[in-house]
């Protein structure tokens, strides 16, 4: 924290980029607000501050000077909240100026201690508050007698239009400001333009969260002010959306900006980035065209590269365009801007922006759904080639992940990984660590080893940002976190640990709200969610109305839990015919995760009509394809239905040996449904290969039987913890079977209770405890 200390008031080469570029935007012009801003510095070095509220105001500095004017009470405000002493004086030493002469103003600025009059000053000549006291000087001596008579009378409106309502703190002002022609530092001339600008913002500027609020904009900024304001929302948009303006009023300030100037370049470009966040195709498209227009017109690119400059914005204005249409699904119109951009960089052979080109060619293509991985290795071979790490590692990621499902090895893709992620730690790009993060993440969760999922989603979440921390915000709200985060609410509820994951929710909505880029994300984690605990819970009238909502975000998704319903409310054919057309869908897709969860769905309706050898063929094939691509969660889930199957078949041992090879995986890394459904299907087989029969008592194995009733009590834990009642009730009701046949009236009585409880709370026939798994 001493740091800000330093580089406000010591060493301005110590600040960051944003602060060294910025020094000199100061208004060219002296204005009522920026002599409270003199009064601020002359109360912090007179007055007797603690190292706490020093630093404080050491932060907020920098705001003040640079942003938009502030009312009087938004000013106090916001230093109050810093130092209350603090504000208490600045008030003081304004109201002596403001309610006094014009004499007190005068004196204000000959008393005021300065790096260039006072040796005690702490602050240094080239600092940022010594230039900002400097340039105050110089304009305020170069002003003529008038001048000085208009700025103190502006000086009295400031102050008197805060009390002029003593309800409302925040009551506008006219900022009569003297143009750049009146009290510029050149300027000679003895006239006066002042100007009259409309209401301020309604919410205190802070050091970390300096924005304004759903109000009009007071009129024309100075060109360093827009610039400042520019830089500061886009750099929140990309790094903390929940810190820039809402969408509608930055829409506002910004066609109040484009009002006074509509050439502004950079001014059209957020508000394309504003649109994008509201999904506005129109206004985006709209806006990106006319940024890439006024860049042209400006002349900015062309000033030293000239015709190069000019021909460079075309091809980039027609890359972005591309990008937009990706965005927004527009394969076809994508297609054309991308063709465009490749034929205008050809032209003027420039690899750069090729490449880039290149790399929108192979993600668009995985978009379509088409096999992209040759023009992805071109790519990056060609990326290597150029020194162009950021877009070889990309290439890279996109390869891991379009290996992973393909089916191949591994310990290639993590070797593949681990690669990059030196390149990344080497050129420092944290976007591109993010990334890998939580592809790393993805890749565990589809292997089924949620330990490993688990940490490297804890990993990212914990990482230092490598960023700038510029406006007080981390890199925090791009689609790597929300993926991560998504993961993380997915593994709580395989736990069961439903509170947690109403926080992880929660924390997603607030950092990337309904309308944002990656909010999808999180909406189809949630619904997901809720479904499964629905299912489990038995309440499939409250699981149903969610198919619909998923369904607009997912199609396949949509799909698959409606044939999950239709089956559990035993409309099976109906379930039958969707999961046919789904798994046609997803063959054509390579979704291959998809068409294993199709083939066991299909194998449980099988179950319903008794057709046990029919299904065997179905779950081969998925045990199969399961194991050809490494995905163990899956692997075990298709060898608990073959376990089940050859159960039904009458060959428990050999459904027990079976058993043997999933039970520690689905243990280790599995869901507490999972491992509830596997205990229970355990212990059926060892009741069954101790000679317990449905129908029958006979000699039975009383060691299989002592392993059955302790597994059953560990299987009841399980689905207690996921209030599933339905499968309770099973448990119950093997358990009653069990302790009669062993004798053991007592826990046979209480095994009965507690089933006949539950049954009469269900309200529903238990379907026969034989043909679900």
Known sequence: MASVHESLYFNPMMTNGVVHANVFGIKDWVSPYKISVLALLYEMTASKIT???????????????????????????TVEECCPQTAYAVKLRLHEMADGELKDMEYFFSTLPTPFTAFDSEAYKTSVVGLFMRHMLL??????????????????????????????????????????????????????????????????????????????????????????????????????ENKALKPAALQEELNNMLKFNPDFAEAHYLNYLNSMRVQDIFLSTHSLLHYFDRLILSGNEGKSNGDEGYGRSLRYAALNLASLHCRFGHYHQADLALQEAIRIAQESNDHVCLQHCLSWLYTLEQMKGSDSTVLTEDSVKMAAHFCLPYLASLGIQSLVQQGATQGKLAHKLMDALKDTDILHWKHSLSELIEISLAQTTSIWRMYGKSTMALQQAQLLLNMSSLEPVNFGVQQNNTEAFAVALCHLAELHAEQGLYAAVSEILQHLKEQFPAHSQHAK?????????????????????????????????????????????????????????????????????????????????????????????????????????????????????????????????????????????????????????????????????????????????????????????????????????????????????????????????????????????????????????????
């Open 51 to 77: 190292l706490p509220e020093r630093r404080r105001l050491n932060k907020l500095i920098l705001p003040l000077q640079q942003g938009p004017d502030l009312t009087l009470g938004q000013f106090l405000q």
């Open 139 to 240: 304009a305020y001596n170069k002003l003529s007698f008038s001048q000085v008579y208009k700025l103190y009378k502006s000086l009295q409106h400031y102050y008197h239009s805060h009390y002029a309502k003593p309800s409302d703190g925040q009551v506008s002002f006219p900022a009569l400001v003297a143009d750049d022609s009146d009290m510029d530092l050149t300027s000679t001339e003895d006239t006066v333009g002042d100007r009259t600008g409309g209401e301020e913002m309604d919410t205190p500027l802070h050091a970390s969260e300096l924005q304004t609020d759903n109000t009009p904009s007071r009129g024309p900024l100075s060109q360093k002010q827009a610039e400042y304001f520019l830089a500061r929302q886009a750099y929140l948009l990309k790094n903390d």
């Open 521 to 773: 994300l999180w909406m189809l984690c949630d619904l997901k969610i809720q479904f499964e605990r629905h299912m489990n819970e038995g309440k499939y009238h409250l699981a149903e109305p969610l198919v619909t909502a998923m369904s607009a975000l997912n199609k396949t998704e949509g799909l698959y839990r409606k044939a999950q319903v239709l089956k559990a409310l035993n409309r099976s054919t109906e379930a039958y015919g969707i999961l046919q057309r789904l798994q046609v869908h997803c063959e054509k897709t390579t979704c291959t995760e998809m068409v294993i969860r199709v083939m066991l769905a299909t194998a449980e309706l099988h179950w319903e009509s008794s057709g046990f050898s029919t299904a065997l063929p179905l779950l081969l094939q998925a045990l199969a394809l399961a194991r050809q691509h490494h995905l163990q969660s899956l692997a075990s889930e298709t060898i608990l239905h073959l376990a089940f199957t050859q159960l039904m078949l009458g060959v428990p041992e050999q459904a027990l040996s079976v058993l043997h090879e999933a039970i520690e995986p689905v243990l280790a890394h599995g869901g507490v449904i999972d491992k509830g459904r596997a205990l229970l299907l355990t212990a059926r087989c060892q009741m069954a290969a101790a000679g317990f029969k449905p129908n029958r008592q006979g000699q039975a194995d009383l060691h299989l039987a002592a392993l059955a009733v302790d597994t059953l009590n560990e299987a009841a834990g399980y689905f207690s913890k996921l209030n599933c009642k339905e499968r309770l009730r099973d448990v119950h009701y093997l358990q009653a079977r069990l302790h009669h046949s062993l004798g053991q009236i007592s826990q046979c009585n209480k095994s009965a209770m507690l089933f006949r409880l539950l049954d009469q709370e269900l309200q529903s026939p238990a379907p026969p405890v034989s043909m679900q798994l």
